[in-house]
């Protein structure tokens, strides 16, 4: 694929400083790019990497005062960083597109496929299905039996959604994530035996959704587990069943969540984060990295730390005195020597 510095002007809305028809067909670091190459600058200090860069095209900020002459063609815009991830976000469009069926794959003759949907080798999609239009099903991809996905969403290869779960509009869920796996349900019997509790719910994905890597969600005992529009799930995540998270709510990778747990609107859960069954997270809540959470948090738009969590200040001033422990046990014992001697 090849763009000229007029088209990437034209789409950015910017302005050409050089020849409007040089071509590049990669996006690269400015400080590694090559002949062929497109970059940005947006951090004043990699300014000087715009010298000696070897990229046919920079996108830089309109307002950039050149020190010293320049080879690579400028686009110049008002904000590089946005503009660079507008482009970047074409160019990813560009590089995923495919369209057709590929052989061989399964549709159930009760399935109803949208426009412009590519279905993939291998891929399985089961009785009353839907898949909506301009979808992206990859290879390996089991979409169970009345499972409804919406437009533009895609599904990379290896994702198992499994029967009666429910996508909004432009989801995507990476390779290797399971939707609607059963809840961890087991009723202990008198004989000291765990009896499987069936889980007849599903998963309900919002619109904007992006589910990471061999990330597990877990389908309702009854009702729905619910992702709500615009949620950001990072790599090996679990959300148990009945779980229900708030609207833009990010968490990143490795963090667990216990079954009927509601998180709310806007919260932000680090790496690690443990939290524990049947309790609430307010709105605005971040909770930083490896932090375990065992009750309800109520006051919004707070910081959370540690294990078990308290506010984030508080935290700190607890590690403070932690790390002061080793002086503190050895004055005690001088104090109790002392003690002892007045004896």
Not at 112 to 137: K, L, M, P, Q
Not at 142 to 157: E, K, Q, W
Not at 235 to 242: E, G
Request: negative net charge; glycine residues 12%.
């Amino acid at each position: 694929m090849q763009f000229s510095a007029k088209q990437i002007g034209e789409l950015l809305n910017g302005r050409i400083e050089g020849d409007a028809s040089a071509t590049i067909s990669r996006l690269e670091k400015i400080e590694e790019a090559s002949k062929g190459g497109l970059s940005f600058l947006a951090n004043p200090k990699y300014e000087h990497f715009l010298y000696s860069t070897g990229a046919s095209i920079v996108i830089v900020n309109e307002d950039l005062e050149l020190a010293k002459p320049v080879e690579a063609t400028l686009v110049r815009v008002k904000n590089a960083y946005s503009a660079f991830s507008v482009l970047l976000e074409q160019y990813n469009a560009l590089r995923l597109h495919r369209v057709g069926r590929e052989d061989p794959h399964f549709i159930h003759p009760t399935a109803t496929i949208g426009e412009n949907v590519y279905i993939g080798a291998f891929a399985y999609i089961g009785r009353d299905a839907v898949i909506g239009d301009n979808s992206h099903i990859y290879p390996h991809v089991y979409v169970g039996d009345a499972v409804r996905i919406g437009n533009d969403c895609v599904l990379y290869p290896g994702v198992k959604v499994y029967h009666d779960c429910v996508f909004g509009e432009k989801v995507i869920v990476h390779a290797g994530s399971v939707i609607g796996s059963d809840g961890f349900g087991f009723a202990l019997q008198e004989d000291g035996a765990y009896k499987k509790v069936s889980q007849i719910g599903n998963v309900v994905l919002g619109n904007k959704v992006e589910v990471g890597a061999n990330t597990t969600i877990d389908r309702a005992t009854m009702g729905s587990t619910v992702i709500g529009d615009g949620v950001k799930l990072d790599n090996l995540i679990q959300l148990a069943h009945n779980v229900e998270i708030g609207d833009n709510t990010v968490i990143a990778a490795q963090t667990g969540i216990s079954g009927s747990t509601k998180v709310g609107q806007g919260v932000v859960l680090g790496g690690q984060v443990g939290i524990a069954g049947h309790i609430s997270i307010a709105d605005g809540s971040q909770v930083q990295a490896q932090s375990g959470i065992n009750r309800s948090i109520v006051d919004e738009n707070k910081k959370w730390a540690g294990t078990p969590a308290v506010s984030f200040q508080k935290n700190m001033r607890m590690q403070v005195v932690a790390s002061h422990l080793p002086e503190l046990e050895k004055r005690v014992e001088n104090l109790e020597r002392k003690s002892e001697r007045n004896k």
